[in-house]
């Protein structure tokens, strides 16, 4: 079921019985912190800022008025401040297990570099290895692709590349 942006009982349920506890067996300690040393290595590469936020399932009254995924990460963009870098080079990796779904946003400097379609491919992928395997492994795949595009258009250069934004993901 894609959600749609309306209100769904079924949804709202499927969120409810989806726990938290989900997200923490699929990506326990070891697994965060290997996603945490590779947004960071490959944030050496370039300028932009990498954060992954992995939600097992929406608050219950957000699935019930039919928040979409797209819309959720979009609310995590802006209260995990991801916009918030000088270059405007921050990009999120949203994962909602419930949903099966996964959006990419990436602030205005970076969107003008890469292409919606570049996004797409990277989320209609990690969708499908995360049905394959609910692991960290279709992750830092999907990363590495996401450091690949962002070297490619957005390089380091020579000068001071600070790192802005926290490299630990977010399981919620």
């Known amino acids: ?3 749609t942006g309306k209100k769904s009982l079924k949804r709202a349920f499927k969120h409810l019985g989806t726990a938290s506890a989900v997200a923490r067996r699929a990506f326990p300690a070891d697994a965060q912190h290997q996603l945490q040393v590779a947004v960071h290595a490959g944030e050496q590469h370039h300028r932009g800022e990498v954060r992954v936020v992995i939600e097992a399932s929406l608050p219950w009254e957000l699935a019930w008025r039919g928040t979409t995924p797209r819309e959720r990460a979009r609310a995590l963009f802006g209260a995990l401040e991801v916009w918030n870098t000088e270059d405007h080079s921050g990009v999120l990796l949203y994962i909602n297990l419930a949903d099966h779904a996964v959006e990419l946003l990436a602030d205005r ?4 570099r890469v292409s919606a379609r570049a996004w797409e491919g990277i989320c209609a992928d990690l969708v499908q290895g995360l049905r394959e395997s609910l692991s960290v492994r279709p992750v830092l795949d999907a990363v590495a692709r996401i450091h690949a595009l962002l070297t490619e258009h957005f390089p380091s ?3 001071f590349n600070p790192n802005e934004l ?3 993901p977010i399981v919620l």
Request: hydrophobic share 25%.
């Open 166 to 168: 926290d490299d630990r």
């Open 157 to 159: 250069g020579d000068g």
């Open 109 to 112: 400097g970076i969107d003008a």
């Open 1 to 3: 079921m894609k959600p």
